[in-house]
């Protein structure tokens, strides 16, 4: 389209100036030859008379061709027809004084575009022939109407040509933007289908361009991340597989081992004792791991489904802090009973309360405190707040992105301690089966602070408060 334009308005422009420049040649030639005519009959010092008999021969010559002529002689001037001619600029007197060749302006009067020619008359001198300015100049002045015709005929032709290319260009760019954006839209389509799962999308390739390279190339690369994910998933199920498989086949001679292990500690004194107290404590963290285990792969499996009862939030968590730790080790502020009450799975609930405060005891100092409320966010939604703090070191901040992540030990020197790094992914994992929300953060002052959300119905409390648990 550009260059359509382009080309027409570069056609104009010659077109104009080649007009106007014929034009133009042709009246200086006709005048020069109308002056040279009556120039040997002019006096050397023409007066009133003799320029006005010059300006009349010279409009006689040319009286079909709407000229007006002007003659000036020091301060004698001389018009034919009547007076009325186009006062030239100053620029152009100055110029005609001066030189000895025509002088021509074009000036545009009462908005009809008019030829303003200047022509100096000289003679020769002497034996040399010396050309020299007799003084007098012959002014013409001519209406290019005709020509300004031809340039507006010109302009409406090339107007219409220019219009018809660009309707042609506009058609043609439409077929190839068409013709190379077809694959482009078909690439990008089956690039989203990819990316929502579908790794089996593939291109139809046609051609032998560099378009069809690239879609070859998206079929190549869509086959072989296909292969890969299938292979990285067969793994997957095959190692969840095997961990389950392993964990249930050990959880039987673990549970036997254990009942064995707590009779005989009834019995073990002196270093007998002792020795079956070791290996009491280790059946038993075996026996947790394994139970752990089991929980993650029915979380993979997505074979976990929630038991949900109306139950009594904060009695639920007393409960729970009771059953497994003495009340100087864990300080709670709950609220008062039937204050809080929501439908969750009461064993869940337990496991996430449970693994909070292990994970406080075993990697904080104390006191461990637990507190309970409610909180109501910008888009009306009602939150039970449970938050567990210490007054341990904290966490690390290289370990933050990565403390809910399975087997994830914060420190190598804990590499053997008794936590099996599956404590906080159990727990994640039943704060999010519930729709809540759980994160983790340090304290300003000091420890760390485990925070869980879980949504609560407007009817699971009786009445509602805004703020956090704290």
């Known amino acids: ?68 002529i002007m003659a000036t002689y020091g301060g004698h001037r001389a018009y034919a027809p009547s007076a009325g001619f186009v006062e030239p600029s100053p620029e152009m007197l100055r110029s005609v004084r001066d030189r000895r060749v025509a002088v021509f302006q074009r000036m545009n009067v009462d908005g009809r575009p008019r030829l303003v020619v200047g022509m100096p008359v000289t003679y020769t001198w002497g034996e040399g022939l010396e050309t020299r300015l007799s003084g007098l100049v012959m002014y013409l002045e001519v209406p290019q109407t005709t020509e300004e015709g031809y340039v507006e005929a010109m302009v409406h032709g090339i107007e219409r040509a220019t219009l018809m290319a660009l309707c042609l260009a506009v058609v043609l760019a439409l077929l190839a933007a068409s ?10 389509r089956a690039t989203r289908r990819m990316a929502a799962g579908h790794l089996d999308v ?8 560099e378009l069809a ?15 890969t994910v299938r292979e990285l998933r067969r793994l997957e199920a095959q190692g969840r597989r095997f961990v389950a498989d392993v964990s249930h086949e050990l959880r039987t001679p673990l549970a ?27 059946t038993n963290r075996l026996s947790g791991l394994v139970n752990d285990l089991m929980e993650i792969s029915r979380f993979d499996a997505g074979a976990v489904e929630l038991n949900r009862d109306e139950i009594d939030l904060a ?22 009973p039937g204050e809080l009450r929501a439908r969750v799975d009461p064993r869940r609930l337990d496991v996430v309360t449970a693994n909070l405060i292990g994970n406080a005891l075993r990697h904080g100092e104390p006191p461990v405190r637990l507190t309970m409320g409610v909180r109501v966010d910008g888009a009306g ?26 087997f994830y030990k914060a420190s190598t020197s804990r590499a053997r301690s008794e936590s099996s790094g599956l404590g906080l992914a159990i727990t994640a994992e039943n704060v999010r089966l ?18 869980v959300e879980l949504p609560l119905h407007r009817d699971d409390t009786d009445t509602e408060a805004d703020g956090s648990a704290r």
């Open 434 to 451: 519930h729709g809540g929300r759980i994160r983790a953060a340090n304290l300003p002052r000091g420890g760390a602070v485990f925070t």
């Open 213 to 227: 390279d690239l879609s070859q190339s998206f079929n190549e690369t869509a086959a072989e991340l296909e292969r």
């Open 179 to 188: 013709g190379v954006l077809r694959p482009v839209r078909a690439l990008r």
């Open 202 to 209: 593939r291109l139809d390739v046609t051609g032998s361009d």
């Open 315 to 336: 009695e639920s968590v007393r409960r729970t802090v009771a059953s497994r730790w003495r009340q100087e080790q864990v300080e709670t502020r709950l609220p008062g």
């Open 381 to 406: 939604m009602a939150w039970a707040v449970i938050e567990v703090t210490d007054n341990g070191p904290g966490i690390a901040e290289e370990a933050m992105p990565h403390i809910f992540e399975r």
């Open 256 to 282: 036997a081992m254990s009942a064995v292990t707590d009779v005989l500690d009834l019995e073990g004194e002196g270093e007998t004792g002792e020795a079956l107290r070791l290996i009491s404590e280790g």
């Open 1 to 68: 389209m550009a260059s359509s334009l382009g080309t027409g308005a570069l056609a104009f422009r010659e077109a104009r100036t080649g007009v106007l420049q014929q034009s133009q040649d042709s009246v200086i030639n006709r005048f020069r030859t109308s002056v040279d005519a009556v120039a040997p009959y002019i006096p050397i010092a023409p007066n009133q008379a003799d320029l006005q008999s010059a300006v009349d021969q010279v409009l006689y010559a040319n009286r079909s061709s709407g000229w007006r």
